[in-house]
């Protein structure tokens, strides 16, 4: 869910490509480094005894400078350099050495002011080698020191650096921005190229989203009868139903500057950083007022402060999430700023968040029905070229519970197979395909299954039609089919009606229907296999769901145990006793097993078809309705509501 709006704003610098970068500092540090080296090698370092028989009694020295009581520099007089003994050291690195020459080591202070006395006793005063004491740092030695904290410096600012990009450049991406904002601004002169045309469907909220632009662009008809313009919109629905794109048509459509960002883009390693950047992000909207800012993916810092995650959580998330409310309770109704939020996970907001007069109008956007679908098809179809064959209606009947960027992935995978096939344009097939691929995997033909397996998964997959196509309260069967897809090694293909509740016995005859394959294989082959894993994931899962969620099991009654707020859950473990445990565990059980039982009584009932369409299956590899009418039989519900066991 990127937000690729175009950024308004962004600043124009002439000297864009000059930053004084840490990396001259550590060019001149460098360069500074290598002369105090090369003066000290063109230091050279010599004994007591060289020093007095070559250079003292000869006269040669100069001056002594002892240095931190340490080391003795001797300067030896320039006439004197000339002579060959010293034509190690005459030359400097930048013309003639002037000194130090020499370095020596001295032991303690007295004992070498002891012995120079000695070998000078017969010295004229003139002739005495003036000796001077200084202190001084030791470039080498602090450099030494300071060379773990420079790079522990150097560490910090690349890191930095780093996070500053991770905030999606814009003006996070340095250092000195890191508490700043990273929304993105698109300006009102800018138009974005989305609008509510792109919009399909999504009715109602079409017309609330439009009020919140009215709101901004002619208050005054509000506010003049007293009523105070809502402060927070929240877009609450499943995964793709279009909250973003929603988003970004108002942004198109607002003609109001339009702050964009997504809520994890608050919640950093660094303490406050949060907290910061959402009191950027409103004075900098309270700057452009009338303004909206759209806070993405809010679940990310609003996720509810529960008691226990004052142990555990995320303190920072926790301070981001109380500026947030400490600024939309800051700023008063009539200011023109309107914050839209998108979640779909509305149940686990905090509360307070939702409050009145924070986030208190929520827009539901939810699963298009079918014939939202059919216009979802319809502009998504539009930039494709498109093939007279194509029939949007069956398109949209075959997507039951395809969100819209299903819809536009199956669109667009559509273009790529046709492309693939070098079409000219996109035909209807090409769509059943994209359809296939986006609901179950890439095809793998090329997998290699024995003819054992093969014969195994055919048998698995006709027990799950025979069920599906005798149990009545079961979706629709369209087609079988046992070429590997994706992780699966066969299925069925089902086409499910949009049902708002589910009855306890549909909810049983699902159960049936996915325990067909195992019922099958039993059946033909006196034995089971791990081919239907995923069949049990499910089946377990829907029965503990009828028992302790749904209040569906007669023997528990209806109770849920089922926690909207995911709260009870963290707090004290478990909701109920263990004596209730035990009992979910055995209805549930039973529940599996009793369904099993019927199923295996069914298919032993419909053999004949079943190892009909299993031979089928082996033949053809795919087995559409037609074929399946062939082998059992229109699927005739009144008929099968009569005669179900
Ligand atoms: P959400 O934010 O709800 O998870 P998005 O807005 O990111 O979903 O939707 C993803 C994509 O799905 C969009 O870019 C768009 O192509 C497509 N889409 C979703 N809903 C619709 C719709 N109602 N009309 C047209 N396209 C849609």
Not at 344 to 354: E, F, G, M, P, Q
Not at 434 to 449: F, H, N, T, W
Not at 458 to 466: I, K, R, S, T
Request: glycine residues 6%; charged residues 25%; hydrophobic residues 40%.
């Amino acid at each position: 869910m990127k937000n690729n709006m175009s950024e308004g704003n962004k600043p124009k610098t002439p000297f864009k490509g000059y930053k004084p970068s840490w990396s001259y500092f550590l060019f001149l540090f460098l360069i500074f480094f290598l002369i105090s080296l090369a003066s000290i090698f063109k230091t050279k370092e010599i004994s007591w005894l060289e020093f007095e028989r070559n250079m003292l009694s000869q006269h040669d020295v100069e001056k002594i400078v002892v240095i931190n009581k340490e080391i003795a520099e001797i300067y030896i007089k320039s006439e004197r350099l000339s002579d060959t003994k010293y034509k190690e050291i005459s030359e400097g690195l930048f013309g003639s050495n002037t000194g130090p020459h020499y370095a020596l080591n001295i032991g303690s202070i007295e004992s070498f002011e002891n012995k120079l006395e000695l070998v000078q006793q017969d010295f004229s005063p003139e002739e005495k080698i003036e000796i001077r004491y200084l202190n001084r740092t030791n470039w080498i030695t602090t450099l030494f020191w300071l060379l773990p904290v420079g790079l522990l410096f150097l560490f910090w600012i690349v890191m930095f650096r780093g996070i500053g990009k991770v905030g999606k450049g814009g003006m996070g991406s340095s250092i000195f921005n890191f508490g700043k904002s990273t929304a993105k601004l698109i300006s009102k002169d800018v138009k974005s190229s989305i609008t509510f045309n792109d919009v399909a469907g999504l009715k109602e909220a079409k017309v609330e989203v439009k009020e919140i632009i009215d709101f901004l662009n002619n208050p005054e008809t509000y506010t003049k009868l007293g009523a105070k313009i809502p402060k927070g919109v929240m877009l609450v629905g499943p995964p793709g139903t279009g909250k973003t794109l929603m988003a970004r048509a108002v942004a198109g459509e607002a003609k109001v500057p339009f702050f964009s960002l997504s809520g994890s883009e608050f919640v950093e390693m660094f303490v406050g950083v949060g907290a910061s950047r959402v009191r950027d992000l409103f004075k900098q909207a309270k700057e452009k007022a009338p303004s909206i800012i759209f806070i993405d993916e809010i679940d990310a810092i609003g996720r509810s402060r529960s008691k226990v995650n004052s142990f555990q959580a995320n303190d920072e998330r926790e301070n981001t999430l109380n500026q947030l409310l400490a600024e939309l309770d800051g700023f008063g109704t009539n200011t023109g700023v309107i914050v839209l939020a998108a979640t779909n996970r509305a149940d686990i907001l905090d509360k307070a968040l939702l409050r009145p007069g924070r986030f208190d109008r929520h827009i539901y956007l939810e699963l298009p029905n079918k014939q939202e679908r059919e216009e979802i098809f319809g502009v998504h179809m539009r930039p494709l070229k498109m093939s007279d064959d194509v029939d949007v209606k069956i398109l949209a009947s075959l997507s039951p519970g395809f969100s819209g960027a299903d819809i536009a992935n199956i669109c667009n995978e559509a273009a790529l197979i046709a492309a693939r096939k070098k079409k000219k344009n996109i035909e209807q097939v090409d769509f059943m395909q994209a359809r296939d691929r986006v609901v179950g995997g890439l095809e793998r033909k090329s997998k290699i299954i024995s003819p054992k397996e093969k014969k195994i998964i055919a048998h698995h997959e006709a027990g799950h039609a025979v069920a599906s196509w005798y149990f009545k309260n079961v979706d629709p069967l369209v087609k079988v089919s046992i070429i590997p897809r994706g992780k699966s090694l066969g299925a069925a293909w089902y086409l499910p009606e949009e049902h708002q509740i589910i009855t306890k016995s549909k909810f049983i005859d699902q159960i049936c229907a996915l325990l067909g394959g195992r019922a099958a294989e039993e059946l033909i082959f006196n034995e089971v296999s791990t081919g239907a894993l995923d069949d049990l994931e499910k089946v377990t899962k829907q029965a503990y769901n009828m028992v302790a969620y749904y209040g569906l099991d007669e023997e528990i009654g209806p109770m849920s145990f089922y926690d909207s707020t995911g709260e009870n859950e963290r707090l004290f473990g478990k909701p109920y006793s263990e004596n209730m445990a035990k009992l979910i565990d055995k209805e549930v059980h039973d529940l599996i097993t009793t369904s099993y039982q019927r199923t295996k009584k069914l298919l032993l009932k419909h053999r004949v078809e079943l190892e009909k369409l299993a031979q089928l299956l082996l033949k053809k590899e795919v087995v559409y309705k037609d074929d399946l009418e062939k082998i059992l039989g229109k699927r005739n519900l009144e008929f099968l509501m009569e005669n179900n066991d």
